[in-house]
């Protein structure tokens, strides 16, 4: 069992070195800083030891026989060991930096980060709506009026919950417990909550308990809510209903969601880029910006109007033409004018940024047929640029030269977020290097950064939600329970990130519950609060994940050779390996599609051990099948994993 060792006073202050010592020369001798929670096998694994040399030999240790497992060099701060790959998952490991000490214990293990992080993800959006009573919500109650509170219409919560169901399918069919009538899965039931609720405030322009500004181009009349954004999230509901939500939403709901968004598409500029739209109080991005994370981001026209598109073109009567012009434009937009070093288009806009590369790559994955020339281009720039401004020990996205982070607010849009859109990116370009850089984010989230710390605070209140995750020692050393978004008591809540003056490293690190001052993270400093735009980030981070780590494979029916041609009355062996591995006592069970003839079935696969990670089925193909192909699939959306298998005689 891991135990906390840090004492922690509520509503008192703690300066201590938290993950740190002194030798007889009384200097600080850094501990190694882990992904507490662990690596997942055949991703890059790395850590950094924070002031050791350069050639000093660190050993990976089994904690529970003691034994040495692994042993490599430190170079530049950090240490590699990527081709470390046990097989069992049930044992922990340390790592043992010499004249440093050990880290904590961390796991290695089958997709180790989206089966422990997935649930959480969406969980968090259960607990942050501002009413779970629809019928009873208040709007003039909850701050920014919600669906999140402390947020509007721009959380784009539909869109990335779908993303999310649609990228490992299987996965959230196991938890059906908390929401509807038990026997959907709670994300499809809250992605349904989510619909309703934009389409009742399709319309909605009155009172909000509070919003940082106002909404609406300059000199025109002001919006109190972004009630143009509930489009976006009908829209991405609307292109799900053809792939996977037709079974749980009722043909005259999603027709009534539909024709809203075909009626005020253009009313609500959602055929186009939308800048300075939104005018902000806050002071890290006050007045009209070019694009702002509470109400136009950077890409949100593509994504919109390439849901629209797939939702056209699968109606008899639709007309998918017109929203992939519009989508082809958005995209044509962010190739000619996306400007790497333009902050307002990348860190400054903080919470929205991941969207601009993931809506681009999302377009080659959806339609890459369709996208615009120049688009893999730019995202190979935008990938260059990344590998340019993370090329420090952290892997941390720098702001500049003689700047790491914000000196004065914290950046949950940046790590927690940067890696989905790395995951994305390296996908469609095929480029590992990004794929490694995009887990050192992650890896930053759970304690490689200068505090040492997971970014959610570790409190009582979460451990008794199982709000938390369970093997992680340290968690964030602030908490900020009642800010806007009263998220005490959220499951998986992200609260801060270091600022400026914490890197390299942060020598003291103050744990302050309660009320959160600042103190050492800056007098007047913004480290602290957690955020639902900042949420999304990192579920599109755990929706992007899975890419490159899906595999799909037909077998023989001795489950020996690979085959791509099959026969009438053949039996076939179908391997799926995907992140379903979520208890490791038990074999765990998983699903995939296979179509002929116009019928979709759904076959049940089983893992075949425990913790093998691979999941297989035998499926007989009928004997008077009459097609020329018969295709076998899991994902939805653009994350499909899919096989065309050859019918010959």
């Known amino acids: 069992m891991k135990i906390l060792v840090l004492a922690i006073f509520i509503f008192s202050l703690v300066v201590c070195p938290l993950v740190s010592q002194e030798n007889a020369n009384n200097k600080v001798l850094y501990k190694p800083f882990v992904n507490q929670l662990g690596y997942n096998l055949g991703e890059s694994k790395r850590f950094v030891c924070y002031g050791s040399e350069d050639g000093v030999p660190f050993q990976i240790i089994d904690n529970k026989t003691s034994k040495t497992l692994y042993e490599g060099e430190m170079l530049n701060n950090e240490g590699w060991f990527t081709e470390f790959d046990p097989i069992s998952n049930s044992h922990e490991f340390i790592i043992k930096v010499e004249g440093h000490g050990v880290s904590v214990p961390f796991w290695i293990a089958d997709h180790l980060l989206e089966t422990s992080s997935s649930k959480l993800a969406y969980d968090f959006f259960v607990d942050a ?14 701050y920014g009026g919600g669906p999140t509170r402390d947020g509007g219409a721009y959380g784009l919560e539909t869109v990335f919950e779908i993303l999310q169901y649609a990228s490992n399918p299987a996965l959230y069919d196991n938890w059906k417990t908390e929401l ?3 026997k959907l899965a709670d994300l499809i039931d809250l992605i349904l909550w989510h619909a309703e609720f934009a389409y009742k405030y399709v319309d909605y322009n009155g009172p909000v308990k509070k919003r940082h500004g106002t909404l609406g181009y300059q000199g025109q009349e002001r919006m109190t809510y972004d009630y143009w954004n509930t489009l976006d999230q009908l829209a991405a509901v609307c292109a799900a209903y053809h792939s996977f939500l037709k079974p749980y939403l009722a043909e005259e709901t999603y027709q009534k969601y539909r024709k809203v968004c075909l009626d005020n598409w253009e009313k609500y500029d959602r055929h186009k880029v939308v800048r300075f739209w939104t005018y902000s109080t806050k002071w890290v991005d006050q007045g009209f910006q070019e694009f702002n994370e509470m109400g136009n981001a950077y890409g949100q026209s593509v994504f919109r109007n390439l849901f629209m598109y797939w939702c056209e073109k699968n109606e008899k009567n639709g007309s998918p033409e017109k929203f992939l012009h519009w989508a082809q434009s958005g995209a044509s937009d962010i190739i000619a004018n996306w400007d790497f070093n333009n902050p307002r288009h990348m860190w400054w806009i903080r919470n929205a940024e991941h969207i601009t590369p993931q809506a681009l790559a ?20 935008w990938a260059l640029h990344m590998k340019q401004k993370t090329s420090n020990f952290w892997k941390y996205r720098q702001h500049s030269e003689t700047e790491w982070a914000h000196p004065k607010t914290k950046e949950l849009g940046g790590a927690p977020a940067l890696g989905g859109s790395m995951f994305a990116v390296a996908h469609v370009l095929k480029d590992p290097e990004l794929r490694a850089i995009g887990r050192a984010q992650t890896d930053f989230v759970f ?4 505090v040492g ?8 209140d979460r451990l008794q939600i199982d709000g938390f995750w369970k093997g992680v020692e340290y968690g964030w050393p602030q908490s900020h329970p009642h800010g806007y978004g009263e998220l005490g008591k959220v499951r998986g809540t992200l609260d801060g990130s270091p600022l400026d003056a914490q890197f390299p490293i942060a020598e003291k690190v103050e744990v302050i519950e309660g009320k959160n001052d600042g103190r050492v993270f800056g007098k007047n400093a913004y480290a602290t609060e957690g955020w639902g735009i900042s949420n999304r980030g990192w579920q599109a981070t755990l929706t992007f994940a899975t890419l490159g780590s899906h595999q799909l494979k037909v077998f023989d029916e001795d489950y020996k050779v690979e085959i791509e041609n099959v026969r009438p009355a053949q039996t076939i062996v179908i391997e799926l390996k995907a992140a379903l591995n979520k208890d490791w006592n038990a074999v765990d069970k998983g699903w995939i599609l296979v179509q002929y003839e116009g019928e979709l079935q759904k076959i049940a696969v089983i893992e075949t051990a425990v913790n093998s990670g691979i999941f297989t089925a035998k499926f007989k193909i009928p004997k008077s099948i009459n097609t020329s192909n018969l295709v076998v699939s899991y994902g939805y959306l653009g994350f499909e994993k899919s096989l065309k298998l050859k019918l010959v005689n």
């Open 362 to 381: 999302y377009f080659l994955m959806l339609a890459p047929d369709k996208a615009p020339d120049g688009t893999k281009d730019k995202l190979a720039a």
């Open 453 to 460: 710390t997971h970014l959610s605070n570790k409190s009582e």
């Open 129 to 142: 709506r501002g009413f779970s009573d629809l019928e009873n919500y208040q709007m003039s109650e909850v």
């Open 180 to 182: 509807g009538d038990k």
């Open 447 to 450: 304690g490689v950064n200068p």
